[in-house]
Protein backbone atom coordinates (compact mmCIF):
# COMPACT_ATOMS: atom_id res chain seq x y z
CA UNK A 1 0.00 0.00 0.00
CA UNK A 2 1.39 3.56 -0.80
CA UNK A 3 2.13 5.68 1.86
CA UNK A 4 -0.70 8.53 1.73
CA UNK A 5 -3.09 5.13 1.56
CA UNK A 6 -1.64 4.61 4.68
CA UNK A 7 -1.83 7.42 6.46
CA UNK A 8 -6.10 7.16 4.88
CA UNK A 9 -6.15 4.10 6.60
CA UNK A 10 -4.57 4.99 9.74
CA UNK A 11 -7.20 8.28 9.93
CA UNK A 12 -10.05 5.95 9.24
CA UNK A 13 -9.31 3.73 12.04
CA UNK A 14 -9.42 6.78 14.03
CA UNK A 15 -12.21 8.13 12.83
CA UNK A 16 -13.91 4.45 13.72
CA UNK A 17 -12.48 4.33 17.22
CA UNK A 18 -13.91 7.71 18.38
CA UNK A 19 -16.98 6.40 16.57
CA UNK A 20 -17.16 3.91 18.48
CA UNK A 21 -16.61 5.86 21.93
CA UNK A 22 -19.26 8.26 21.18
CA UNK A 23 -21.94 6.04 19.81
CA UNK A 24 -24.52 8.11 18.88
CA UNK A 25 -24.47 11.29 17.14
CA UNK A 26 -27.20 13.96 17.96
CA UNK A 27 -30.08 12.64 16.93
CA UNK A 28 -30.35 9.75 14.54
CA UNK A 29 -34.00 9.26 13.41
CA UNK A 30 -35.71 8.81 10.64
CA UNK A 31 -39.55 9.42 10.08
CA UNK A 32 -40.96 8.02 6.96
CA UNK A 33 -44.26 8.32 6.29
CA UNK A 34 -45.31 5.21 4.22
CA UNK A 35 -48.90 5.90 4.20
CA UNK A 36 -49.84 2.88 2.19
CA UNK A 37 -48.52 0.55 4.44
CA UNK A 38 -49.69 2.23 7.35
CA UNK A 39 -53.49 2.64 6.20
CA UNK A 40 -52.92 -1.20 5.44
CA UNK A 41 -51.96 -2.43 8.59
CA UNK A 42 -54.15 0.20 10.85
CA UNK A 43 -57.62 -1.05 8.30
CA UNK A 44 -56.35 -4.53 9.23
CA UNK A 45 -56.08 -4.45 12.54
CA UNK A 46 -52.60 -6.32 12.58
CA UNK A 47 -51.40 -4.20 15.19
CA UNK A 48 -54.22 -4.36 17.49
CA UNK A 49 -54.43 -7.26 20.40
CA UNK A 50 -57.10 -8.37 22.60
CA UNK A 51 -57.35 -9.16 25.78
CA UNK A 52 -57.64 -12.53 25.73
CA UNK A 53 -54.73 -12.94 23.40
CA UNK A 54 -52.14 -10.72 25.44
CA UNK A 55 -53.04 -12.83 28.77
CA UNK A 56 -52.44 -16.03 26.47
CA UNK A 57 -49.15 -14.21 25.04
CA UNK A 58 -47.92 -14.10 28.72
CA UNK A 59 -49.22 -17.09 29.71
CA UNK A 60 -47.86 -18.62 27.18
CA UNK A 61 -44.28 -16.60 27.47
CA UNK A 62 -43.82 -15.43 24.29
CA UNK A 63 -39.64 -13.92 23.93
CA UNK A 64 -39.06 -10.75 24.51
CA UNK A 65 -42.74 -9.64 24.53
CA UNK A 66 -42.58 -6.22 26.34
CA UNK A 67 -45.98 -4.60 27.88
CA UNK A 68 -45.53 -0.89 27.86
CA UNK A 69 -48.28 0.83 29.89
CA UNK A 70 -48.57 4.36 29.15
CA UNK A 71 -50.28 6.42 31.86
CA UNK A 72 -49.28 8.03 34.68
CA UNK A 73 -46.65 6.98 37.36
CA UNK A 74 -49.47 7.04 40.08
CA UNK A 75 -51.70 5.30 38.24
CA UNK A 76 -49.57 2.47 37.31
CA UNK A 77 -48.49 1.87 40.85
CA UNK A 78 -52.37 1.65 42.06
CA UNK A 79 -52.99 -1.02 39.35
CA UNK A 80 -51.04 -2.38 35.72
CA UNK A 81 -51.12 -5.16 33.49
CA UNK A 82 -48.51 -7.93 35.10
CA UNK A 83 -45.39 -7.55 33.74
CA UNK A 84 -46.18 -3.93 32.12
CA UNK A 85 -43.15 -1.76 32.24
CA UNK A 86 -44.63 2.48 33.01
CA UNK A 87 -43.10 4.89 30.06
CA UNK A 88 -44.29 8.08 29.37
CA UNK A 89 -44.77 8.66 25.07
CA UNK A 90 -41.57 11.07 25.36
CA UNK A 91 -40.09 8.36 26.67
CA UNK A 92 -40.63 5.97 24.77
CA UNK A 93 -40.08 7.78 21.26
CA UNK A 94 -36.58 7.93 22.69
CA UNK A 95 -35.56 4.81 23.77
CA UNK A 96 -33.73 2.32 21.32
CA UNK A 97 -35.78 -0.37 20.26
CA UNK A 98 -34.64 -3.96 19.09
CA UNK A 99 -36.79 -5.11 16.15
CA UNK A 100 -36.78 -8.46 18.07
CA UNK A 101 -38.70 -7.44 20.58
CA UNK A 102 -42.99 -7.59 20.57
CA UNK A 103 -44.19 -4.21 22.00
CA UNK A 104 -48.05 -4.25 23.47
CA UNK A 105 -48.88 -0.79 24.25
CA UNK A 106 -51.68 -0.22 26.46
CA UNK A 107 -53.27 2.97 27.75
CA UNK A 108 -56.42 3.87 29.82
CA UNK A 109 -59.07 3.10 26.51
CA UNK A 110 -56.55 2.97 23.79
CA UNK A 111 -56.58 6.65 22.65
CA UNK A 112 -52.58 7.28 23.83
CA UNK A 113 -52.00 3.92 22.66
CA UNK A 114 -52.98 4.59 19.41
CA UNK A 115 -51.02 7.70 18.77
CA UNK A 116 -47.70 6.38 20.70
CA UNK A 117 -48.07 3.60 18.01
CA UNK A 118 -48.39 6.00 14.71
CA UNK A 119 -45.10 7.58 16.41
CA UNK A 120 -43.27 4.71 16.11
CA UNK A 121 -45.01 3.45 12.99
CA UNK A 122 -43.45 6.18 11.42
CA UNK A 123 -40.06 5.66 12.30
CA UNK A 124 -39.62 2.42 10.77
CA UNK A 125 -41.22 0.12 13.79
CA UNK A 126 -43.49 -2.69 12.30
CA UNK A 127 -42.97 -4.70 15.71
CA UNK A 128 -45.43 -2.70 17.72
CA UNK A 129 -48.80 -3.35 18.63
CA UNK A 130 -51.55 -1.82 20.78
CA UNK A 131 -54.15 -3.28 23.16
CA UNK A 132 -57.68 -2.88 21.68
CA UNK A 133 -59.65 -1.20 23.77
CA UNK A 134 -56.89 -0.16 26.91
CA UNK A 135 -56.93 -1.29 30.08
CA UNK A 136 -61.02 -1.18 30.11
CA UNK A 137 -61.09 -3.92 28.03
CA UNK A 138 -59.02 -5.71 30.14
CA UNK A 139 -60.32 -4.93 33.23
CA UNK A 140 -63.82 -6.36 31.84
CA UNK A 141 -61.79 -9.98 30.72
CA UNK A 142 -60.35 -10.09 34.01
CA UNK A 143 -63.69 -9.95 35.57
CA UNK A 144 -64.54 -12.59 33.27
CA UNK A 145 -61.95 -14.42 34.17
CA UNK A 146 -59.73 -14.47 31.08
CA UNK A 147 -57.64 -12.26 31.62
CA UNK A 148 -55.16 -11.90 34.96
CA UNK A 149 -56.00 -9.27 37.20
CA UNK A 150 -53.89 -6.62 37.52
CA UNK A 151 -50.70 -6.37 39.53
CA UNK A 152 -49.74 -3.72 41.90
CA UNK A 153 -46.19 -4.08 42.09
CA UNK A 154 -43.90 -3.37 39.19
CA UNK A 155 -42.29 -6.19 37.43
CA UNK A 156 -39.67 -5.04 35.22
CA UNK A 157 -39.18 -1.66 35.75
CA UNK A 158 -37.10 -2.33 39.37
CA UNK A 159 -39.14 0.61 40.66
CA UNK A 160 -39.96 0.17 44.42
CA UNK A 161 -43.51 1.42 45.08
CA UNK A 162 -44.46 2.58 48.76
CA UNK A 163 -46.54 -0.31 50.46
CA UNK A 164 -49.92 0.27 48.97
CA UNK A 165 -53.02 -2.20 49.21
CA UNK A 166 -54.33 -3.53 46.08
CA UNK A 167 -57.03 -1.35 44.88
CA UNK A 168 -59.14 -2.05 41.73
CA UNK A 169 -60.90 1.16 41.03
CA UNK A 170 -61.90 1.76 37.22
CA UNK A 171 -63.03 5.09 37.10
CA UNK A 172 -65.20 5.01 34.37
CA UNK A 173 -65.76 8.79 34.37
CA UNK A 174 -62.26 9.76 33.80
CA UNK A 175 -61.02 10.78 30.50
CA UNK A 176 -59.90 7.72 28.76
CA UNK A 177 -56.34 8.27 27.13
CA UNK B 1 -1.94 7.00 -27.22
CA UNK B 2 -0.28 6.76 -24.34
CA UNK B 3 -2.23 6.00 -21.41
CA UNK B 4 -1.58 7.06 -17.68
CA UNK B 5 -1.85 4.51 -15.37
CA UNK B 6 -4.97 3.99 -13.26
CA UNK B 7 -5.60 5.65 -10.25
CA UNK B 8 -4.83 4.47 -6.79
CA UNK B 9 -7.91 2.71 -5.82
CA UNK B 10 -7.64 3.31 -2.46
CA UNK B 11 -7.97 7.27 -3.46
CA UNK B 12 -10.24 6.52 -6.18
CA UNK B 13 -12.54 5.49 -3.56
CA UNK B 14 -12.40 8.15 -1.57
CA UNK B 15 -12.60 10.41 -4.43
CA UNK B 16 -16.08 8.95 -4.60
CA UNK B 17 -17.09 8.16 -1.14
CA UNK B 18 -16.85 12.20 -0.99
CA UNK B 19 -18.91 12.50 -4.27
CA UNK B 20 -21.61 9.97 -2.52
CA UNK B 21 -21.35 12.72 1.17
CA UNK B 22 -21.58 16.18 -0.86
CA UNK B 23 -25.19 14.92 -2.25
CA UNK B 24 -26.29 13.84 1.04
CA UNK B 25 -25.00 16.54 2.31
CA UNK B 26 -26.63 18.75 -0.30
CA UNK B 27 -29.73 16.95 -1.10
CA UNK B 28 -30.05 14.46 1.54
CA UNK B 29 -29.92 11.70 -1.03
CA UNK B 30 -27.35 9.50 -2.48
CA UNK B 31 -26.36 8.27 -5.79
CA UNK B 32 -27.52 6.52 -7.86
CA UNK B 33 -28.05 4.85 -11.96
CA UNK B 34 -30.62 2.26 -12.95
CA UNK B 35 -33.25 4.88 -11.80
CA UNK B 36 -32.40 6.99 -14.46
CA UNK B 37 -32.57 4.42 -17.15
CA UNK B 38 -35.77 3.13 -15.79
CA UNK B 39 -37.24 7.02 -16.33
CA UNK B 40 -35.54 6.72 -20.17
CA UNK B 41 -37.34 3.14 -20.53
CA UNK B 42 -40.85 4.76 -19.09
CA UNK B 43 -40.61 7.49 -21.24
CA UNK B 44 -39.74 5.18 -24.19
CA UNK B 45 -43.19 3.19 -22.85
CA UNK B 46 -45.24 6.46 -22.57
CA UNK B 47 -43.81 7.58 -26.34
CA UNK B 48 -45.20 3.86 -27.80
CA UNK B 49 -48.22 3.61 -25.63
CA UNK B 50 -49.32 6.09 -22.80
CA UNK B 51 -52.20 4.72 -21.47
CA UNK B 52 -50.44 1.39 -20.32
CA UNK B 53 -47.28 3.33 -19.25
CA UNK B 54 -49.83 5.71 -17.28
CA UNK B 55 -51.99 2.69 -16.10
CA UNK B 56 -48.65 0.74 -14.89
CA UNK B 57 -48.02 1.36 -11.53
CA UNK B 58 -44.34 0.79 -12.19
CA UNK B 59 -44.08 3.23 -15.10
CA UNK B 60 -46.27 5.56 -12.80
CA UNK B 61 -43.35 6.26 -10.34
CA UNK B 62 -41.00 7.32 -13.26
CA UNK B 63 -43.77 10.01 -15.30
CA UNK B 64 -44.68 13.07 -13.26
CA UNK B 65 -48.03 14.44 -14.18
CA UNK B 66 -46.55 17.63 -15.80
CA UNK B 67 -43.43 17.72 -16.06
CA UNK B 68 -40.88 15.71 -17.93
CA UNK B 69 -39.61 12.16 -17.41
CA UNK B 70 -36.43 13.82 -17.84
CA UNK B 71 -36.09 16.49 -15.60
CA UNK B 72 -35.47 14.26 -13.00
CA UNK B 73 -32.34 14.33 -10.18
CA UNK B 74 -31.18 10.99 -11.48
CA UNK B 75 -31.35 11.38 -14.97
CA UNK B 76 -29.63 14.69 -14.63
CA UNK B 77 -26.60 12.79 -12.03
CA UNK B 78 -26.34 10.24 -14.53
CA UNK B 79 -26.02 12.82 -17.53
CA UNK B 80 -23.31 13.97 -15.22
CA UNK B 81 -21.47 10.22 -15.11
CA UNK B 82 -21.31 10.55 -19.03
CA UNK B 83 -19.33 13.95 -18.85
CA UNK B 84 -17.92 13.32 -16.18
CA UNK B 85 -16.35 9.43 -17.50
CA UNK B 86 -15.58 11.11 -20.70
CA UNK B 87 -13.33 13.95 -19.18
CA UNK B 88 -11.74 11.81 -17.30
CA UNK B 89 -11.54 8.97 -20.58
CA UNK B 90 -9.76 12.21 -22.75
CA UNK B 91 -7.39 13.06 -19.53
CA UNK B 92 -5.87 9.63 -19.45
CA UNK B 93 -6.01 8.86 -23.26
CA UNK B 94 -8.34 6.25 -22.76
CA UNK B 95 -10.94 7.21 -25.13
CA UNK B 96 -11.06 4.84 -28.08
CA UNK B 97 -13.59 2.91 -29.98
CA UNK B 98 -13.30 -0.83 -28.89
CA UNK B 99 -14.67 -3.58 -27.47
CA UNK B 100 -13.78 -4.94 -24.22
CA UNK B 101 -13.24 -8.55 -23.18
CA UNK B 102 -11.14 -11.76 -22.65
CA UNK B 103 -8.46 -12.91 -24.93
CA UNK B 104 -10.00 -15.73 -25.69
CA UNK B 105 -13.57 -14.86 -26.64
CA UNK B 106 -15.19 -13.92 -29.91
CA UNK B 107 -17.05 -10.40 -30.70
CA UNK B 108 -19.94 -11.37 -31.30
CA UNK B 109 -19.91 -13.92 -28.29
CA UNK B 110 -18.57 -11.11 -26.25
CA UNK B 111 -22.01 -8.68 -27.15
CA UNK B 112 -24.02 -11.52 -26.77
CA UNK B 113 -22.99 -11.89 -23.30
CA UNK B 114 -23.23 -7.80 -22.71
CA UNK B 115 -26.51 -8.18 -23.75
CA UNK B 116 -27.92 -10.68 -21.63
CA UNK B 117 -25.89 -9.75 -18.85
CA UNK B 118 -27.34 -6.38 -19.41
CA UNK B 119 -30.39 -7.62 -19.54
CA UNK B 120 -30.13 -9.90 -16.42
CA UNK B 121 -28.88 -6.68 -14.32
CA UNK B 122 -31.36 -4.64 -15.32
CA UNK B 123 -34.22 -6.84 -14.38
CA UNK B 124 -32.16 -7.88 -11.20
CA UNK B 125 -31.60 -3.58 -10.16
CA UNK B 126 -35.39 -3.08 -10.84
CA UNK B 127 -36.39 -6.19 -8.08
CA UNK B 128 -33.66 -4.84 -5.77
CA UNK B 129 -35.04 -1.33 -6.02
CA UNK B 130 -31.40 -0.27 -7.07
CA UNK B 131 -27.90 -0.95 -8.35
CA UNK B 132 -24.57 -1.33 -6.87
CA UNK B 133 -24.37 3.23 -6.49
CA UNK B 134 -27.91 3.56 -5.61
CA UNK B 135 -28.15 0.43 -3.46
CA UNK B 136 -24.90 -1.02 -2.18
CA UNK B 137 -22.83 2.42 -2.82
CA UNK B 138 -25.86 4.95 -1.11
CA UNK B 139 -27.76 2.45 1.10
CA UNK B 140 -23.98 0.92 2.68
CA UNK B 141 -23.36 4.50 3.50
CA UNK B 142 -26.33 4.70 5.85
CA UNK B 143 -26.34 0.94 7.35
CA UNK B 144 -29.77 -0.14 5.39
CA UNK B 145 -29.80 -3.50 5.74
CA UNK B 146 -31.45 -4.32 2.78
CA UNK B 147 -28.61 -2.37 0.82
CA UNK B 148 -25.63 -4.75 2.74
CA UNK B 149 -28.06 -7.73 1.78
CA UNK B 150 -27.92 -6.88 -2.15
CA UNK B 151 -24.27 -6.05 -2.00
CA UNK B 152 -23.46 -9.53 -0.44
CA UNK B 153 -25.87 -11.52 -2.66
CA UNK B 154 -24.30 -9.20 -5.84
CA UNK B 155 -20.69 -10.30 -4.96
CA UNK B 156 -22.04 -13.86 -3.94
CA UNK B 157 -23.56 -14.94 -6.82
CA UNK B 158 -20.97 -12.86 -9.25
CA UNK B 159 -18.35 -15.26 -7.76
CA UNK B 160 -20.56 -18.15 -7.96
CA UNK B 161 -21.47 -17.81 -11.57
CA UNK B 162 -18.00 -16.40 -12.44
CA UNK B 163 -17.24 -19.89 -13.37
CA UNK B 164 -18.90 -20.11 -16.14
CA UNK B 165 -18.22 -17.23 -18.05
CA UNK B 166 -14.70 -17.77 -17.56
CA UNK B 167 -14.08 -18.13 -20.82
CA UNK B 168 -14.96 -14.45 -21.99
CA UNK B 169 -12.67 -13.24 -19.37
CA UNK B 170 -9.67 -14.54 -18.73
CA UNK B 171 -9.63 -17.86 -21.46
CA UNK B 172 -9.61 -21.36 -20.79
CA UNK C 1 -28.18 23.14 8.04
CA UNK C 2 -27.40 20.04 6.30
CA UNK C 3 -28.73 18.89 4.07
CA UNK C 4 -28.65 22.32 2.65
CA UNK C 5 -31.62 21.48 0.15
CA UNK C 6 -34.44 20.09 2.97
CA UNK C 7 -33.50 23.20 4.72
CA UNK C 8 -34.64 25.38 1.49
CA UNK C 9 -31.37 26.97 0.81
CA UNK C 10 -31.51 26.37 -2.69
CA UNK C 11 -34.85 24.82 -4.63
CA UNK C 12 -35.35 22.40 -7.13
CA UNK C 13 -33.40 23.48 -10.06
CA UNK C 14 -30.60 23.99 -8.01
CA UNK C 15 -30.62 20.90 -6.80
CA UNK C 16 -30.57 19.49 -10.45
CA UNK C 17 -27.77 21.12 -11.30
CA UNK C 18 -25.96 20.11 -7.95
CA UNK C 19 -27.10 16.06 -9.53
CA UNK C 20 -25.18 17.09 -12.72
CA UNK C 21 -21.79 18.21 -11.34
CA UNK C 22 -21.99 15.41 -8.38
CA UNK C 23 -22.47 13.21 -11.36
CA UNK C 24 -19.71 14.46 -13.11
CA UNK C 25 -17.66 13.77 -10.14
CA UNK C 26 -18.85 10.16 -9.86
CA UNK C 27 -18.60 9.49 -13.86
CA UNK C 28 -14.95 11.07 -12.62
CA UNK C 29 -13.93 8.56 -10.19
CA UNK C 30 -15.23 5.95 -11.47
CA UNK C 31 -12.77 6.29 -14.80
CA UNK C 32 -10.29 7.15 -13.06
CA UNK C 33 -10.25 3.43 -11.20
CA UNK C 34 -10.74 1.86 -14.10
CA UNK C 35 -14.27 0.90 -14.31
CA UNK C 36 -14.93 1.83 -17.65
CA UNK C 37 -13.21 -1.22 -18.58
CA UNK C 38 -15.54 -4.50 -18.43
CA UNK C 39 -12.00 -6.52 -18.34
CA UNK C 40 -11.12 -5.02 -14.88
CA UNK C 41 -14.39 -5.00 -13.54
CA UNK C 42 -14.70 -9.19 -13.73
CA UNK C 43 -11.54 -9.58 -13.08
CA UNK C 44 -12.07 -8.92 -9.43
CA UNK C 45 -14.79 -12.12 -9.93
CA UNK C 46 -11.46 -14.63 -10.35
CA UNK C 47 -9.65 -13.44 -7.79
CA UNK C 48 -6.89 -11.06 -9.90
CA UNK C 49 -7.52 -8.09 -9.42
CA UNK C 50 -9.92 -6.62 -6.46
CA UNK C 51 -10.15 -2.86 -7.33
CA UNK C 52 -14.10 -3.55 -7.42
CA UNK C 53 -14.24 -4.74 -3.48
CA UNK C 54 -11.08 -1.76 -2.77
CA UNK C 55 -13.01 1.35 -4.46
CA UNK C 56 -16.24 -0.10 -3.23
CA UNK C 57 -15.83 -0.22 0.28
CA UNK C 58 -13.39 2.49 0.83
CA UNK C 59 -16.28 4.96 -0.75
CA UNK C 60 -18.72 3.62 1.52
CA UNK C 61 -16.58 3.64 4.60
CA UNK C 62 -15.30 7.27 3.49
CA UNK C 63 -19.35 8.42 3.33
CA UNK C 64 -20.54 6.23 5.94
CA UNK C 65 -17.57 8.27 8.68
CA UNK C 66 -18.31 11.46 6.95
CA UNK C 67 -22.08 11.35 7.97
CA UNK C 68 -21.45 9.89 11.16
CA UNK C 69 -19.08 12.73 12.29
CA UNK C 70 -20.74 16.01 10.54
CA UNK C 71 -23.80 14.54 12.42
CA UNK C 72 -21.89 14.90 15.38
CA UNK C 73 -21.01 18.27 14.60
CA UNK C 74 -24.12 19.09 14.44
CA UNK C 75 -23.86 20.02 10.70
CA UNK C 76 -25.82 17.65 9.51
CA UNK C 77 -29.75 16.78 10.90
CA UNK C 78 -29.37 13.09 10.10
CA UNK C 79 -33.07 12.79 10.66
CA UNK C 80 -33.45 13.71 7.29
CA UNK C 81 -31.56 11.24 5.63
CA UNK C 82 -33.51 8.67 4.26
CA UNK C 83 -32.19 5.43 5.03
CA UNK C 84 -33.34 2.88 2.12
CA UNK C 85 -35.76 0.97 3.15
CA UNK C 86 -35.32 -2.61 3.18
CA UNK C 87 -37.46 -5.71 1.26
CA UNK C 88 -35.35 -8.20 2.61
CA UNK C 89 -36.24 -11.29 0.01
CA UNK C 90 -37.04 -9.35 -3.20
CA UNK C 91 -33.16 -7.33 -2.49
CA UNK C 92 -31.64 -10.59 -2.14
CA UNK C 93 -33.26 -12.46 -5.20
CA UNK C 94 -32.74 -9.36 -7.27
CA UNK C 95 -29.39 -9.05 -5.74
CA UNK C 96 -28.41 -12.70 -6.91
CA UNK C 97 -29.78 -11.77 -10.31
CA UNK C 98 -28.06 -8.16 -10.38
CA UNK C 99 -24.61 -10.17 -9.03
CA UNK C 100 -25.11 -13.19 -12.08
CA UNK C 101 -25.58 -10.42 -15.11
CA UNK C 102 -23.10 -8.25 -13.48
CA UNK C 103 -20.00 -10.68 -13.69
CA UNK C 104 -21.77 -11.57 -17.31
CA UNK C 105 -22.26 -8.65 -18.90
CA UNK C 106 -19.20 -7.39 -17.47
CA UNK C 107 -20.53 -3.75 -16.09
CA UNK C 108 -23.39 -2.38 -13.65
CA UNK C 109 -25.80 0.75 -14.72
CA UNK C 110 -23.16 3.59 -13.68
CA UNK C 111 -20.14 2.03 -15.45
CA UNK C 112 -21.57 0.84 -18.55
CA UNK C 113 -22.78 4.55 -18.92
CA UNK C 114 -18.55 5.39 -18.65
CA UNK C 115 -17.82 2.89 -20.64
CA UNK C 116 -19.98 3.78 -23.24
CA UNK C 117 -18.63 7.38 -23.86
CA UNK C 118 -15.25 6.15 -23.75
CA UNK C 119 -15.42 4.15 -26.87
CA UNK C 120 -16.25 0.58 -25.51
CA UNK C 121 -19.18 -0.94 -27.92
CA UNK C 122 -19.75 -3.50 -25.62
CA UNK C 123 -20.75 -0.84 -23.23
CA UNK C 124 -23.46 0.40 -25.64
CA UNK C 125 -24.89 -3.24 -26.16
CA UNK C 126 -24.68 -3.58 -22.54
CA UNK C 127 -26.33 -0.76 -21.81
CA UNK C 128 -29.44 -1.52 -24.64
CA UNK C 129 -29.87 -5.16 -22.78
CA UNK C 130 -30.05 -3.11 -19.74
CA UNK C 131 -32.76 -1.17 -20.87
CA UNK C 132 -34.12 -4.15 -22.19
CA UNK C 133 -34.47 -6.01 -18.94
CA UNK C 134 -35.69 -2.92 -17.09
CA UNK C 135 -38.59 -3.22 -19.80
CA UNK C 136 -38.73 -6.27 -19.29
CA UNK C 137 -39.59 -5.59 -15.53
CA UNK C 138 -41.95 -3.09 -15.87
CA UNK C 139 -43.91 -5.60 -18.06
CA UNK C 140 -44.13 -8.47 -15.82
CA UNK C 141 -44.28 -6.22 -12.89
CA UNK C 142 -48.36 -7.02 -12.42
CA UNK C 143 -47.09 -10.43 -11.74
CA UNK C 144 -44.24 -9.48 -9.47
CA UNK C 145 -46.01 -6.59 -7.71
CA UNK C 146 -46.82 -8.88 -4.90
CA UNK C 147 -42.96 -10.28 -4.40
CA UNK C 148 -41.40 -6.95 -5.34
CA UNK C 149 -43.56 -5.52 -2.19
CA UNK C 150 -42.67 -8.36 0.15
CA UNK C 151 -40.95 -8.40 3.18
CA UNK C 152 -40.77 -5.09 3.83
CA UNK C 153 -38.83 -4.16 6.80
CA UNK C 154 -39.44 0.10 6.83
CA UNK C 155 -36.19 1.96 7.34
CA UNK C 156 -33.96 -0.87 8.73
CA UNK C 157 -30.61 0.05 9.80
CA UNK C 158 -27.98 -2.34 10.94
CA UNK C 159 -27.05 -1.00 14.06
CA UNK C 160 -31.08 -1.26 14.82
CA UNK C 161 -31.53 -4.81 14.07
CA UNK C 162 -28.46 -5.83 15.54
CA UNK C 163 -29.17 -3.74 18.72
CA UNK C 164 -26.11 -2.13 19.07
CA UNK C 165 -24.80 1.62 19.12
CA UNK C 166 -24.52 3.47 16.10
CA UNK C 167 -21.20 4.18 16.27
CA UNK C 168 -20.15 0.84 17.45
CA UNK C 169 -21.67 -0.59 13.86
CA UNK C 170 -19.88 1.99 12.12
CA UNK C 171 -16.82 0.95 14.12
CA UNK C 172 -17.09 -2.49 13.16
CA UNK C 173 -17.78 -2.02 9.57
CA UNK C 174 -14.92 -0.47 9.46
CA UNK C 175 -12.33 -2.58 10.75
CA UNK C 176 -14.06 -5.39 8.18
CA UNK C 177 -13.30 -3.12 5.64
CA UNK C 178 -9.86 -2.24 6.53
CA UNK C 179 -9.21 -6.35 7.00
CA UNK C 180 -10.93 -6.63 4.06
CA UNK C 181 -8.16 -4.39 2.21
CA UNK C 182 -5.25 -5.82 3.62
CA UNK C 183 -6.82 -9.67 2.53
CA UNK C 184 -7.05 -8.13 -0.52
CA UNK C 185 -3.46 -6.80 -0.82
CA UNK C 186 -1.68 -9.97 0.78
CA UNK C 187 -4.10 -11.84 -2.30
CA UNK C 188 -3.30 -9.56 -5.25
CA UNK C 189 0.71 -9.95 -4.23
CA UNK C 190 0.51 -13.65 -4.62
CA UNK C 191 -0.92 -12.99 -7.92
CA UNK C 192 1.05 -9.92 -8.41
CA UNK C 193 2.92 -11.52 -11.45
CA UNK C 194 0.27 -12.36 -13.87
CA UNK C 195 -1.13 -9.05 -13.60
CA UNK C 196 -0.58 -6.23 -16.32
CA UNK C 197 0.81 -2.96 -14.20
CA UNK C 198 -2.15 -1.45 -12.39
Not at chain 1, 7 to 12: F, K, N, S, T
Not at chain 1, 70 to 99: G, K, N, W
Not at chain 1, 152 to 165: E, F, H, M, Q
Amino acid sequence: MKSPVKYLAIVALLAALLALLVQNPKERRRVSLALAELARIIESEEDHVTADELASMLKEGIGRLRVIDLRDSLSYLQYHIPTAERHSIPELVEMPLRTTDTLVLYSEGGVHAAQAWMLLAVQGHRNVMTLKGGLLAWMERSEQGSAPPLRSRPDSTGVKPPARKFERKPEKTRETC
Amino acid sequence: MTQTRYMNPYLAGVGLGLVLLAAYVLMGRGLGASGAFTSVVAAGVNTVAPMHARSSAFYKEYLPENASPFKDWLVFEVAGVIVGGLISGLLAGRVKRSIDRGPQISVSMRLTFAFAGGAIMGFGSKLARGCTSGQALTGGAVLSVGSWTFMLAVFAAAYAFAYFVKKQWVGG
Amino acid sequence: MAPFYQFGFFGEETGLSFAFVIGIGFGYFLERAGFGSSTKLAAQFYGRDLTVFKVMFTAIITAMLGLFWLAWMGILDLSRISVLPTYFVPQLVGGLIFGIGFVMGGYCPGTCAVASVTGKMDGWVHLVGMMVGILTFGELYPVLDIFYNSSAMGELSLDTLLGIPYGTAVFLLVVLALAGFYLAETIERRLAPMKPGS
